[in-house]
């Protein structure tokens, strides 16, 4: 081997390979494991971090991904934007950011352009490419749709407006307990909740549909996540709202969107279509399964 091929090549110069996230993510979860320490402990402060991230769950599936990311339901430019305030209480970057990423994520799945594939590792996927300074920034055109609105893009610069605003609500109705149980230790288990749908959920559980990604159906991810385990339905059928497509593949999120649609919240809400779900179950149905009928939620519109 001659000497110049195995020098080490120094000509990868990186400032920085972490992104200014990494402060707050640590401190957070400092504070979240120090709650027995710092806090009163009581199976109703545990109900409280409970309650709060499965509030807050509900508004990343249906805000974040199923409206922003996905636009799978229209809904008016005032509940636009309290679904993009809600996401953002979950601390994961701002609507604008994380719609863009997204979008990549289906755009590029699997590839090496995906930011946060399991190929590059479990770790990567899981929280390495949101500490990374690699993805601090967005791709514009990958939203325009999104980027019109001044509103959005004001919340998408102050993304930590709302947690500020939720830990300030959680102190003044409950003191300092509230605020260490119903925003550290509820965010920390808010962040690793959602972050086991990019990660475990590309490797771990069934796949119905032969995508061109690792994607997979988990139903304790679909229980943990109000129904973003269903992961190789979404990748299958993008522009469904519901991500559960047998009636007892649990999808909180889905219901809760059927709810908005009766009092009038939104509309146009997209479903996959009937001969997609008539295939799965005639699918099921050669392998031996049991087939039950199509619930009328999953009915399209
Ligand atoms: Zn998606
Ligand atoms: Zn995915």
């Given at each position: 081997m001659s000497e110049q091929t195995a020098a080490t090549p120094?000509?990868?110069?990186?400032?920085?390979?972490?992104?200014?996230l990494i402060i707050p993510f640590a401190t957070v979860h400092l504070l979240a494991f120090a709650a027995p320490l710092i806090a009163h402990c009581s199976w109703k402060l545990a109900g409280l971090a409970l309650g709060v991230y499965y509030a807050r769950m509900a508004a990343i599936t249906?805000?974040?991904?199923?409206?922003?990311?996905?636009?799978t339901f229209r809904t008016s430019r005032a509940f636009q934007f309290v679904l993009a305030f809600l996401s953002q209480t979950s601390m994961q970057r701002g609507v604008l950011w994380w719609s863009a990423h997204h979008r990549d994520h289906h755009r590029?799945?699997?590839?090496?352009?995906?930011?946060?594939?399991?190929?590059?590792g479990i770790f990567w996927s899981h929280v390495g490419w949101i500490l990374?300074?690699?993805?601090t920034a967005f791709d514009e055109s990958r939203i325009k749709d999104l980027m019109k609105y001044p509103e959005l893009r004001w919340l998408n610069t102050w993304h930590l407006v709302p947690p500020a605003a939720l830990g300030v609500a959680l102190f003044l109705v409950g003191g300092w307990d509230y605020l260490v149980w119903g925003l550290f230790v509820s965010t920390v288990m808010l962040w690793h909740g959602t972050f086991l749908v990019n990660s475990l959920n590309h490797l771990w559980g069934t796949r119905r549909y032969a995508t061109t990604d690792t994607s997979r159906n988990n139903p304790l991810i679909a229980v943990l996540t109000m129904g973003e385990g269903w992961h190789n339905n979404h990748h299958y059928?993008?522009?469904?709202?519901?991500?559960?497509?047998?009636?007892?593949?649990?999808d909180g999120s889905f219901y809760l969107i059927r709810l908005f649609q009766l009092v009038g919240l939104v509309w146009d809400v997209r479903t996959a279509p009937r001969k997609i779900v008539e295939n799965t179950i005639k699918a099921a149905a050669q392998r031996g399964e049991r087939v039950m009928p199509i619930g009328p939620m999953l009915e399209a519109d």
């Open positions: 120094k000509t990868e110069e990186m400032a920085s390979p972490f992104s200014s249906i805000g974040y991904h199923r409206y922003f990311a996905h636009k590029y799945s699997d590839t090496e352009k995906d930011v946060h594939s399991p190929m590059r990374s300074s690699e993805h059928y993008q522009s469904s709202a519901n991500q559960g497509f047998r009636w007892w593949e649990i």
